[in-house]
């Protein structure tokens, strides 16, 4: 079966961090793993990507130096550590595979797969 299963989401207040996870069954993990967001009205936006096993990533100019991309390749797991959290941030989160980091991080297209989402919200 072809899952991905993200946890972690909440509320926090700006300055704040929150840690999400994708559980992904083995079929869903794909070469490249990672996150885009959505918030309500806007279009979908390419977060953070990582190619799985240990190889490059890729993340938005909105949170370099802010967020996290890692994975535990034996797991078939995906995090994303973010800190210094701002209002703009606020969304839902989704996990995303594909076979190219630029679909997910640039494009937010040609996905193999993607959850459901969690949602982040970040209070001022």
């Known amino acids: 079966q072809v899952q991905l299963v993200e946890s972690g989401g909440g509320s926090v207040r700006a300055g704040g961090s929150l840690r999400l996870s994708c559980a992904a069954s083995?079929?869903?993990?794909?070469?490249?793993m990672g996150w885009f967001r959505q918030a309500p009205g806007k279009e979908r936006e390419g977060v953070a990507a990582?190619?799985?096993?240990?190889?490059?990533?890729y993340y938005a100019d909105s949170v370099k130096g802010r967020f996290t991309i890692s994975e535990d390749n034996a797991k078939n797991t995906l995090y994303l550590q973010m800190n210094s959290l701002k209002p703009e941030d606020s969304a839902m989160y989704y996990c995303?595979?594909?076979?190219?980091?630029?679909?997910?991080?640039?494009?937010?297209?040609?996905?193999?797969?993607w959850g459901q989402g969690t949602q982040v919200t970040v209070s001022s």
């Open positions: 083995r079929y869903a993990y794909s070469d490249c």
């Open positions: 990582i190619y799985t096993g240990g190889g490059s990533t």
């Open positions: 995303a595979a594909a076979e190219g980091c630029p679909d997910i991080v640039v494009r937010v297209t040609r996905l193999n797969y």
